[in-house]
């Protein structure tokens, strides 16, 4: 009985996460973009060992417990071949894929034959062919028998392979999984074979047991005229009883033997196995393009279920649920609606790929993977290069800042994502840079207005007043350099502060002074007001000095208020300033340029926490489009 106080208090939770529909989809979304760049941005045969330590641990314990099976095969006459994702593993990286976590290999029949018998007759076979045909039934009876028999092999014969099992329980077995290959017909055809496997699929799924399911392929094997017994063909395909046969990522074609044999030694994880003959054919027509990353990860796909497993049987055998846990368990997918409970599942799915693969790409090797992106990132850097190449020639010293100078540091070029270029100034040369500007340049004046829709129609208004000009426009926080026939196609290039201050002046103190400052500029009316409160703090502020060992961004920079500073830059930091390669072109970075971004980025040598791709862009197409009223 539902008390009136529950339903209340149900109502206001299902309520709350109805308004939580449109925050998570959005998270959702994200998460795929980010997906999407990264894994078109990386290599997939330049990734990482999987980071964290219990997984890779359990990746080490399973290659090992399977090279020794592998070996005992071989003693023993049995021939085998590396197979799915091992095998691809293998193939691109001689290891495991980072988010693998099982192990399969594959034997001709002849052969598949042998290892039943050889596994009869050494390991401890479990009886499980009596069971009902589900994955519960079957991680039930093995927990049971791994309990009973610890760290010793078990023999499983399920119907759509051979499994051999070894641990303390169900949560931490290792376990091999052998699958089987037949011969097939000359004169068979693919459709004509899966049209066969459909409708032994469709009787299968209506049986019982494992028993049944087994006896109906022994049947099936020994009618079918398509699967040679003992004579051989050069068509070889998964057997009717491997789960290959009925997986979605089936291969589109026969195999040939010559794929398969001879075998050869491939090396997995520093350890030797048998592999097929010609690897890359076979994996191209289970996977497709090897060289993509798959649509989702899967992460822990195995190992989750082994565990989640575990859980469930923990919780049958107990089976003590109080009134307010069956309430609560009644009730449960109430507190969520339906859409915001189905995209925050997928939302902490993708970004569980996301976090995993930031972990795996070598941030170093990643190209822009976006068309679009690359092609305004070349199109922004022509710009740059004309502005820079004006700086240099009216010698105002400059330095690669933010995004920019980590893309030289770690990319030679544009962080992949990025989409702007920005150079630093020390306060006297951002002044000459300024009036420079006036005199050479189309300027905005100070804008009336903190509104940034209103920025930006001023922006779009100048672009197609003066196409493909250079336009200038004096920020709260940068200069600014505009050039386009609009904002679909506007590049930019903007310039940012840096100041020198007091020697005994300390960095708690600025950051007191950095707050006051931050709310005295909320409560300006526009631009001109927020842009001479600046301009007078800094006339009257003496700890602003011509000329000190401190440095840091200028009042006026956007990077005084975008991160929590520990410590002042040095002048040794900065000056004498050096060149490093940018794109194809060399530009002036500070003199220790790591030390410099460190101070703003701590760990720029690794992902953000997170990154959006493309920002600027589409911060310009989105204003566009609602300054011509176009709908999205």
Not at 102 to 116: A, G, H, M, Q, V
Not at 151 to 176: F, H, W
Not at 335 to 355: A, D, I, N, P
Not at 452 to 469: A, D, G, S, T
């Amino acid at each position: 009985m539902i008390t009136e106080n529950k339903r209340y208090v149900l109502k206001k939770i299902i309520k709350f996460f109805e308004n939580k529909e449109f925050h998570y989809k959005n998270l959702y979304r994200d998460a795929i973009k980010q997906y999407k760049f990264l894994t078109n941005s990386t290599n997939v045969s330049s990734l990482l060992p999987n980071p964290i330590k219990k997984d890779r641990d359990y990746q080490i314990k399973l290659v090992d417990y399977c090279h020794e099976l592998c070996s005992i095969f071989e003693k023993e006459g049995i021939n085998y071949y590396l197979a799915y994702g091992n095998l691809l593993g293998a193939y691109r990286n001689g290891s495991f894929i980072p988010w693998d976590d099982d192990f399969d290999i594959e034997l001709l029949r002849e052969d598949f034959n042998k290892l039943k018998k050889y596994c009869e007759e050494n390991f401890i076979e479990i009886p499980i062919i009596e069971s009902s045909y589900n994955d519960y039934h079957r991680f039930q009876i093995l927990d049971k028998y791994i309990k009973k028999y610890p760290n010793k092999v078990l023999y499983l014969l399920n119907p759509d392979c051979i499994k051999l099992v070894k641990g303390t329980s169900i949560e931490d077995s290792l376990q091999l999984d052998c699958l089987v290959l037949d011969y097939y017909r000359n004169d068979c055809t693919l459709k004509q074979h899966w049209n066969y496997l459909a409708n032994l699929k469709n009787r299968i799924n209506n049986l019982a047991t494992d028993k049944e399911v087994l006896d109906t392929f022994n049947i099936e094997i020994a009618n079918n005229e398509n699967v040679l017994k003992k004579e051989k063909s050069s068509k070889i395909y998964y057997g009717i009883d491997s789960w290959s046969s009925y997986d979605r990522y089936r291969a589109n074609a026969f195999f040939d033997e010559k794929d398969y044999l001879p075998a050869q030694k491939i090396i997995f994880e520093g350890k030797k196995f048998l592999a097929p003959n010609n690897p890359e054919r076979i994996l191209r027509l289970n996977y497709g393009n090897i060289e993509q990353f798959p649509e989702n990860l899967d992460l822990h796909r195995h190992l989750d279920k082994q565990q989640n497993s575990a859980e469930l049987l923990k919780q049958v055998e107990k089976k003590q649920y109080s009134d307010e846990k069956k309430f609560v368990i009644k009730h449960i997918k109430n507190l969520f609606s339906k859409k915001t409970e189905m995209y925050q599942q997928k939302f902490r799915k993708k970004y569980g790929e996301v976090k995993f693969l930031k972990q795996v790409i070598d941030i170093k090797t990643m190209k822009c993977g976006n068309a679009e992106l690359r092609k305004h990132q070349l199109s922004e850097f022509e710009f740059c290069k004309e502005m820079i190449a004006k700086i240099e020639k009216i010698n105002l010293p400059y330095f690669l800042v933010g995004g920019t100078l980590i893309g030289a540091l770690r990319h030679r070029g544009y962080v992949p994502w990025d989409d702007d270029f920005d150079i630093g100034m020390m306060r006297k040369d951002y002044t000459q840079m300024q009036k420079f500007a006036k005199d050479d340049f189309i300027e905005i004046p100070p804008l009336e207005s903190l509104d940034r829709i209103y920025q930006f129609e001023q922006m779009n208004e100048y672009l197609e007043k003066y196409p493909n000009q250079i336009i200038f426009l004096q920020g709260c926080h940068w200069l600014r350099f505009i050039r386009g026939t609009n904002l679909l196609d506007v590049n930019y290039f903007e310039v940012f502060a840096h100041d020198y201050f007091a020697e005994d002046y300390q960095m708690e103190e600025h950051k007191k002074y950095l707050q006051d400052i931050k709310l005295k500029a909320e409560k300006t009316k526009n631009y001109k007001e927020k842009i001479e409160l600046y301009s007078s703090e800094m006339d009257n502020n003496p700890n602003f000095v011509d000329f000190s060992s401190k440095i840091y961004y200028g009042l006026d920079s956007i990077g005084s208020y975008i991160i929590n500073p520990t410590e002042f830059m040095t002048q040794n930091m900065i000056f004498p300033l050096k060149r490093l390669k940018f794109e194809d072109t060399e530009f002036s970075v500070p003199n220790d340029s790591k030390a410099y971004i460190e101070i703003q980025y701590k760990n720029f040598m690794n992902f953000p926490n997170h990154f959006e791709v493309a920002p600027t862009v589409n911060e310009k197409i989105n204003m566009y489009k609602k300054i011509k009223g176009i709908k999205k």
